[in-house]
T-cell receptor
Framework: NAGVTQTPKFQVLKTGQSMTLQCAQD?????MYWYRQDPGMGLRLIYY???????DKGEVPNGYNVSRLNKREFSLRLESAAPSQTSVYFC?????????????????FGPGTRLTVL | RKEVEQDPGPFNVPEGATVAFNCTYS??????FFWYRQDCRKEPKLLMS???SGNEDGRFTAQLNRASQYISLLIRDSKLSDSATYLC????????????FGRGTSLIVHP
């Protein structure tokens, strides 16, 4: 099992360019998440998908869009990149997006994408 | 004010020491809590879930105090390899599990 995979690992963009970050999981998990991590800020939730066919905004959704392509894949798109979006992006998955059963909410993370916007 | 708060540290301890971290949360309806470990420039990895009854995994013990709204992590007999950032997470109310991470506590174990 590869677990959670992310591509690309590194990316440099110019302001205004667009790109899509890809994420896939092979654990048959229902829920998937996108986070960004900045120094001193911790992990902040951008968007999540509790189940295939649904997506919802997290804490910091502005400037991003997502697509839950199928149960395995959850992509994050930057339509017009800005320097403020320079960050490390992590994708994660869990068995369930329903609250109350802790083991089902355990998250598994991909290795991250390091994005720099000039 | 962030929903989940942690002391960023760093906690600088000698090998063999016992160290404890606390994490407070503001949403009293939160149901699921976890501790993750994150090494420099790596992804977070699940360390352990946190239950009201407390749970132990080797040298690590996690506790949840719902009355005071905090979770704790105790590490006994610290090893050099325990040096990392420890993230607490809380979430889950009203049906959906929406996780909120603390900013992390840095632990440095020295010889």
């Amino acid at each position: 099992n590869a677990g959670v995979t992310q591509t690309p690992k590194f990316q440099v963009l110019k302001t205004g360019q667009s790109m899509t970050l890809q994420c896939a999981q092979d654990m048959n998990h229902n829920s998937m998440y996108w986070y960004r991590q900045d120094p001193g800020m911790g992990l902040r939730l951008i968007y999540y998908s509790a189940s295939e066919g649904t997506t919802d905004k997290g804490e910091v959704p502005n400037g991003y869009n997502v697509s839950r392509l199928n149960k395995r894949e959850f992509s994050l798109r930057l339509e017009s990149a800005a320097p403020s979006q320079t960050s490390v992006y992590f994708c994660a998955s869990s068995k369930s997006g329903l609250a109350g059963v802790a083991p089902n909410n355990e998250q598994f993370f991909g290795p991250g994408t390091r994005l720099t916007v000039l | 004010r962030k929903e989940v708060e942690q002391d960023p540290g760093p906690f600088n301890v000698p090998e063999g020491a016992t160290v404890a971290f606390n994490c407070t949360y503001s949403n009293s309806a939160s149901q699921s809590f976890f501790w993750y470990r994150q090494d420099c420039r790596k992804e977070p990895k699940l360390l352990m879930s946190v239950y009201s009854s407390g749970n132990e995994d080797g040298r690590f013990t996690a506790q949840l105090n719902r009355a005071s709204q905090y979770i704790s992590l105790l590490i006994r007999d610290s090893k050099l390899s325990d040096s990392a950032t420890y993230l607490c997470v809380g979430g889950g109310s009203g049906g959906s599990y929406i996780p909120t991470f603390g900013r992390g506590t840095s632990l440095i174990v020295h010889p």
